[in-house]
């Protein structure tokens, strides 16, 4: 039985886990300790699940450090929103408890600094993302040239003019039930971006060596091409279910029928089609600051998400959010590692600061 502690417990991801545990799974993980930034629900959550130890309270890396040392996790499933998450996976790194990835700020951020303490402490950095979860796996015992990584598109893969579109519209996914930050992240591609720079951060593959594709129906969840030519892919329906239990239990663990699978002889089609980046700026911004070094990386996520907060706010258009991320782009970042979290955490500080006066 492995002693899991969940960061940020009642997000989307946090819930689907919890949720695949009363659903039976209960019998292979204990609940060692449940983290939510402010949730009246977390109590509940801990007598149900009889979590031992609560953590409710801000991204502080000592705090959660000691929470982490209380806890005694075999893993960590980091569930956080945003930026918020790297102090958490800089500390669980440091622990040396293998984390299972969900907040992919972590590592767009983090970099060489938080893959090197994790390498140098002994901790695996297992992703959750369903994309980087297949890649992950297609990747063992193989050798690929090229990472492909779908997208479902988002509300808008049909619209062609997104100056009048509303936050009600942006948060009408048509597959995937989320956060309102991630749900608009996924309206401009700016998931996508994150989702590109993440993967070429885990897997050591330069930015021409990735590439997207939009495949509404999200069951293609990403793919890789050997040199030989072909093409291997991970299809599942859409469900964050089997990605965040194979991250946490290991794939042969004995769990069965985590999801629902594909009926072949009913029938289904699958299309792909390209991105335009007239269309997704966001994407080609997150190509260019993965081009341009670490600290575009880092400035392009903390000026994401200050300007979807401006955007749910009300303070900015959507096409704003892409515009504001362009004009903080342009001023100079280091493109080299930072060696600190402190280090990291100043760059985002300037950045986010930076989005805000524009919005």
Same mark, same amino acid.
Request: with cysteine; aromatic share 6%.
């Given at each position: 039985?492995?002693?899991?502690?969940?960061?940020?417990?009642?997000?989307?991801?946090?819930?689907?886990?919890?949720?695949?545990?009363?659903?039976?799974?209960?019998?292979?993980?204990?609940?060692?300790?449940?983290?939510?930034?402010?949730?009246?629900?977390?109590?509940?959550?801990?007598?149900?699940f009889?979590?031992?130890?609560?953590?409710?309270?801000?991204?502080?890396?000592?705090?959660?450090?000691?929470?982490?040392?209380?806890?005694?996790?075999?893993?960590?499933?980091?569930?956080?929103? @945003? &930026?918020?998450?790297?102090?958490? *996976? /800089?500390?669980? %790194?440091?622990? $040396?408890?293998?984390?299972?990835? #969900?907040?992919k700020?972590?590592?767009?951020?983090?970099?060489?600094?938080?893959?090197?303490?994790?390498?140098?402490?002994?901790?695996?950095i297992?992703?959750?993302?369903?994309?980087?979860?297949?890649?992950?796996?297609?990747?063992?015992?193989?050798?690929?040239?090229?990472?492909?990584?779908?997208?479902?598109?988002?509300?808008?893969?049909?619209?062609?003019?997104?100056?009048?579109?509303?936050?009600?519209?942006?948060?009408?996914?048509?597959?995937?039930?989320? @956060? &309102?930050?991630?749900?608009?992240? *996924? /309206?401009t591609? %700016?998931?996508? $971006?994150?989702?590109?720079?993440? #993967?070429?951060?885990?897997?050591?593959?330069?930015?021409?060596?990735?590439?997207?594709?939009?495949?509404?129906?999200?069951?293609?969840?990403?793919?890789?091409?050997?040199?030989?030519?072909?093409?291997?892919?991970?299809?599942?329906?859409?469900?964050?279910?089997h990605?965040?239990?194979?991250?946490?239990?290991?794939?042969?663990?004995?769990?069965?029928?985590?999801?629902?699978?594909?009926?072949?002889?009913?029938?289904?089609?699958?299309?792909?089609?390209g991105?335009?980046?007239?269309?997704?700026?966001?994407? /080609?911004l997150?190509?260019?600051?993965?081009r341009?070094?670490?600290?575009?990386?880092?400035?392009?996520?903390?000026?994401?998400?200050?300007?979807?907060?401006?955007?749910?706010?009300?303070?900015?258009?959507?096409?704003?959010?892409?515009?504001?991320?362009?004009?903080?782009?342009?001023?100079?970042?280091?493109?080299?590692?930072?060696?600190?979290?402190?280090e990291?955490?100043?760059?985002?500080?300037?950045?986010?600061?930076?989005?805000?006066?524009l919005?």
């Open positions: 039985m492995k002693r899991l502690l969940i960061l940020g417990a009642t997000g989307s991801i946090g819930t689907t886990c919890l949720s695949a545990l009363r659903n039976g799974l209960a019998d292979d993980i204990r609940i060692a300790g449940l983290t939510a930034l402010s949730s009246p629900a977390l109590p509940s959550l801990a007598e149900e009889d979590a031992p130890f609560l953590y409710a309270g801000g991204s502080d890396m000592s705090a959660i450090r000691e929470f982490i040392r209380k806890t005694e996790p075999d893993i960590i499933l980091n569930a956080i929103a @945003g &930026k918020d998450g790297l102090p958490a *996976s /800089a500390a669980a %790194a440091e622990e $040396g408890v293998d984390i299972a990835m #969900a907040n700020e972590s590592v767009v951020m983090g970099g060489r600094f938080l893959l090197s303490s994790a390498e140098r402490h002994g901790a695996r297992i992703p959750v993302d369903s994309e980087h979860s297949a890649i992950y796996h297609l990747l063992k015992g193989r050798k690929a040239r090229r990472l492909i990584i779908t997208a479902s598109g988002g509300p808008f893969r049909e619209r062609e003019d997104t100056s009048s579109a509303t936050l009600e519209e942006a948060l009408q996914h048509p597959t995937w039930k989320m @956060g &309102k930050k991630i749900t608009i992240d *996924s /309206a591609l %700016a998931n996508k $971006g994150l989702e590109v720079m993440e #993967a070429s951060l885990l897997f050591s593959f330069p930015p021409s060596s990735i590439d997207v594709t939009i495949h509404k129906e999200s069951i293609v969840h990403s793919m890789i091409e050997t040199d030989e030519g072909a093409v291997y892919a991970m299809m599942s329906p859409p469900d964050m279910t990605p965040v239990l194979t991250a946490i239990m290991g794939e042969g663990s004995g769990m069965h029928d985590l999801v629902s699978p594909l009926s072949f002889s009913s029938g289904f089609s699958l299309t792909f089609s991105w335009d980046a007239g269309r997704f700026p966001m994407l /080609a997150a190509y260019e600051a993965l341009n070094g670490a600290g575009y990386r880092i400035a392009y996520t903390a000026a994401d998400e200050a300007a979807v907060n401006a955007f749910i706010e009300g303070k900015i258009t959507f096409n704003g959010i892409a515009e504001t991320v362009k004009a903080v782009l342009e001023d100079d970042y280091p493109s080299a590692e930072p060696q600190s979290l402190e990291i955490l100043s760059i985002a500080e300037k950045a986010g600061e930076r989005a805000e006066t919005c």
